[in-house]
């Protein structure tokens, strides 16, 4: 059974960092692409960043050149790296993982959410 477990969420100041981890357990097959999503109260669910199979990046607007996501395929593990944290930053951080299980039936594989809240 494929399980997502993501960590380092927090509060931290403006202008401050946080890394997100997701780190997964569990056989995916062809994994196609991971993602970070982030939803704000009363505001629909966002990409945020995602690194497909062949290593390319794709940010949404609101973080380029603040957010930076990698991966690293011996510790099963996708990370967010935040930097100059904003107030509007504030969510559940949704890992998410596209792959297929040994019937080759496709799926989105999605974390628990971390919480992380920027104070001004």
């Known amino acids: 059974q494929v399980q997502l477990a993501e960590s380092g969420g927090g509060l931290v100041q403006a202008g401050g960092s946080l890394r997100l981890s997701c780190a997964r357990s569990?056989?995916?097959?062809?994994?196609?692409?991971m993602g970070w999503y982030r939803q704000a109260p009363g505001k629909q669910r966002e990409l945020v960043a995602a690194?497909?199979?062949?290593?390319?990046?794709n940010y949404a607007d609101s973080v380029k050149g603040r957010f930076t996501i990698s991966r690293d395929n011996a510790k099963r593990t996708v990370y967010l790296q935040m930097n100059s944290l904003k107030p509007e930053d504030t969510a559940v951080y949704y890992c998410?993982?596209?792959?297929?299980?040994?019937?080759?039936?496709?799926?989105?594989?999605w974390g628990q959410g971390t919480q992380v809240t920027v104070s001004s």
């Open positions: 690194i497909t199979s062949g290593g390319s990046t």
């Open positions: 569990g056989i995916i097959f062809g994994i196609t692409i």
């Open positions: 998410t993982i596209s792959g297929a299980d040994y019937t080759g039936q496709k799926h989105d594989y």
